[in-house]
């Protein structure tokens, strides 16, 4: 093989491993019962969420939908759910969903952050 294209083989194969997106399909047994502090589950939630918001529109559904779904939060106050995202795969961050509901506890909004 020639050094050019073994070269561009290189040089593509870097180009195709850097900047993917984690995926993973979402699994609402598996998003309840994981635990993210083992390493091999880190990330398991952050990855499911592209997947989750594609599915299912998170926005209009009313509170035992989301209790069904996705379970127990991780935190609530009186019109809020937070659920633990664990490891966004950028350094150290942590990723967190938070689901905002009206006063008929239907959601009004959800944010996804990390930090």
């Given amino acids: 093989m020639k050094p050019f294209h073994l070269k561009l083989i290189i040089i593509g194969f870097l180009l ?16 309840q019962k994981t635990d993210l502090n083992l390493g091999e589950n880190s990330q398991m939630r ?11 529109k998170l926005v209009g ?11 127990k939060p991780d935190g609530e106050g009186d019109y809020e ?3 633990s995202l664990g490891m966004t ?3 150290i961050n942590i ?19 990390q930090g």
């Fill in 81 to 83: 759910y937070y659920y």
């Fill in 46 to 56: 952050w990855n499911m969420m592209n997947d989750l918001r594609k599915k299912f």
């Fill in 16 to 31: 195709n491993s850097c900047g993917q997106i984690p995926y993973e399909r979402f699994d609402s047994n598996k998003w």
């Fill in 61 to 71: 559904m009313m509170k035992p939908e989301i209790d069904n779904l996705l379970g």
């Fill in 89 to 91: 795969g950028t350094g």
């Fill in 95 to 113: 990723g967190k969903l938070t689901i905002l509901f009206d006063k008929t506890n239907k959601v009004k909004e959800i944010k996804v952050t």
